[in-house]
Each structure stands twice: as structure tokens, then as C-alpha cells.
T-cell receptor, first 109, second 111 residues
Framework: DAKTTQPNSMESNEEEPVHLPCNHSTISGTDYIHWYRQLPSQGPEYVIHGLTSNVNNRMASLAIAEDRKSSTLILHRATLRDAAVYYCILLRSNYKLTFGKGTLLTVNP | NAGVTQTPKFRVLKTGQSMTLLCAQDMNHEYMYWYRQDPGMGLRLIHYSVGEGTTAKGEVPDGYNVSRLKKQNFLLGLESAAPSQTSVYFC??????????FGQGTRLTVV
């Protein structure tokens, strides 16, 4: 399975932007980059996904490097509700959606 | 919109007992997944299915069986529960390579 590398934890202040990095140097041409988050005591929640181009939605933006070996999830204005574990996942053609350890984001008031 | 519904939400089993967890989705999704999450850990994929009548092993399949007889349902079975299977179980479903939707989880304790 394709491996991703994320920092164990990051900290941010409320109402400031947050950039969550993910390295995926073994990505193949057909792998989709997915981001999910898990709030305390809840199931995972989809955030965003992309293939080659940068993507925006109401929750976040996804910036994908030109060589696709890394990506960055951008939360434009962090709120306390954004405190969660964020998972970066490569979804391959075998459809296996496997989670790594993720990044624990702490948002300070 | 029910989305993904897991039954039951909580269960306590004795070692050696069997049980079936049900995952039902009403979005006509092809792909369905079962995960377990132990305290302080990430999600680990147990089994998954890419369509009705198909199943495949994930990262930690031992001790579990699954069936996908109907497209909307994905069943996870424990034939002989062990304390090591105490965990929170999540089910998810998705269409082809787009967002996956997760259930609310089943908290299982094996004593």
C-alpha cells in the first residue's frame, strides 16, 4: 500500500491559516490524494481529495506539488472545531482506503 | 438522509461468543469498508468490498469474516470473540475513488 508521511502533531491559533503537510514520494500516476479528519469521539469525516490540480471546497484547499510527491491541506481560518486528527491517504486503483497515524491538530483560542 | 448506519452502537460480549455487526448504506455505493480503531490509534482496515458479492482482506482480517450479499449491506462477523477484539468498529461506503462516508461507530467490549 502507498505510504504517506505526516507530522505527528501541529499547533495553530484560532482564526489563523493552517498548512498541514503530507509527503507521498511513492505515489503513482493514478493514485488519488484524499484527506479525512477525525474529531474526538467521532468517526472520520471527508475533507477533500484531488488527483493533479489544486482543489478548493467549503472546508479547505488542497495544494498538490507539481511532481505530486507531496501535498498540503490548507485550512484558511482555523476554528476550535477544526481540532482533530487529519489523515492524508493515497487511494489506489485497488480501492483500499487505508489510514496512517495522521497529524493531531491543536487549535489554541 | 440516513447515510451509513451501523447496528448495534454498543455491545458487550463474553469471550467465545459470536456476533454480527451490520453496516447499511442508502447511497447506492459500490465500495464498503470495515475498520477497527483501538484507543489512541488510527483506523485499521479489516475487510472491504468493491461490489455486491465480493469481499477482500484488509490489514487485519484475522478473526473476522464478512459478507456482501446485498449492495446496501456489509456484515462483519466475529465467530469466537476474544478480548483483543475489544475496539470501536467503523464502517464506510463510497463511490469510485471519491469521498467515503463513515458510520457513527460500534463500541464492542469482549470480557
Amino acid at each position: 500500500d502507498a505510504k504517506t508521511t505526516q507530522p505527528n502533531s501541529m499547533e495553530s491559533n484560532e482564526e489563523e491559516p493552517v498548512h498541514l503537510p503530507c509527503n507521498h514520494s511513492t505515489i503513482s500516476g493514478t493514485d488519488y490524494i484524499h484527506w479525512y479528519r477525525q474529531l474526538p469521539s467521532q468517526g472520520p469525516e471527508y475533507v477533500i481529495h484531488g488527483l493533479t490540480s489544486n482543489v478548493n471546497n467549503r472546508m479547505a484547499s488542497l495544494a498538490i506539488a507539481e511532481d505530486r510527491k507531496s501535498s498540503t491541506l490548507i485550512l484558511h481560518r482555523a476554528t476550535l472545531r477544526d481540532a482533530a486528527v487529519y489523515y492524508c491517504i493515497l487511494l489506489r486503483s485497488n480501492y483500499k482506503l487505508t489510514f496512517g497515524k495522521g497529524t493531531l491538530l491543536t487549535v489554541n483560542p | 438522509n440516513a447515510g451509513v448506519t451501523q447496528t448495534p452502537k454498543f455491545r458487550v460480549l463474553k469471550t467465545g461468543q459470536s456476533m454480527t455487526l451490520l453496516c447499511a448504506q442508502d447511497m447506492n455505493h459500490e465500495y464498503m469498508y470495515w475498520y477497527r480503531q483501538d484507543p489512541g490509534m488510527g483506523l485499521r482496515l479489516i475487510h472491504y468490498s468493491v461490489g455486491e458479492g465480493t469481499t477482500a482482506k484488509g490489514e487485519v482480517p484475522d478473526g473476522y469474516n464478512v459478507s456482501r450479499l446485498k449492495k446496501q449491506n456489509f456484515l462483519l462477523g466475529l465467530e469466537s470473540a476474544a478480548p483483543s477484539q475489544t475496539s470501536v468498529y467503523f464502517c464506510a461506503s463510497s463511490r469510485y475513488r471519491v469521498e467515503a462516508f463513515f458510520g457513527q461507530g460500534t463500541r464492542l467490549t469482549v470480557v
